[in-house]
């Protein structure tokens, strides 16, 4: 399984993004619907952060998000989303999607800058 995160860009504070995390190869589909994802977020210097995650049945979100974020799930294209609103420059990040119980190679990311 390989996945590929995108929609990442420039935009102003208070603005909206939203991130696709789309999986793919063999088996991708295989389980896809109850595979624990999430979203992390890595900014220059600074560690990598969970940013929110989806199970079969219910959300979470760090505690930075405060409601701006949600994280949701289109089984029929094998795709999770981030809707990223009021964004903020602190915001400005990496963005990775991964499994969140069986971790696969990190990709590339999508890169979200809000400037002020």
């Known amino acids: 399984v390989q996945l590929q995160a995108s929609g990442g860009g420039l935009v102003q504070a208070g603005g909206s993004l939203t991130l696709s995390c789309a999986a793919s190869g063999p088996n991708s589909g295989v389980n896809f619907h109850i595979t624990t994802m999430a979203w992390y977020r890595q900014a220059s210097g600074k560690e990598r952060e969970l940013v929110a995650l989806?199970?079969?049945?219910?959300?979470r979100y760090g505690a930075f998000v405060k409601g701006r974020f949600t994280i949701s799930r289109d089984t029929a294209k094998k795709t999770v989303y981030l809707q990223m609103n009021s964004l903020k420059p602190e915001d400005t990040a990496l963005y990775f999607c991964n499994q969140f119980y069986r971790p696969l190679p990190w990709g590339r990311g999508t890169q979200v800058t809000v400037s002020s």
């Open positions: 989806i199970t079969s049945d219910d959300t």
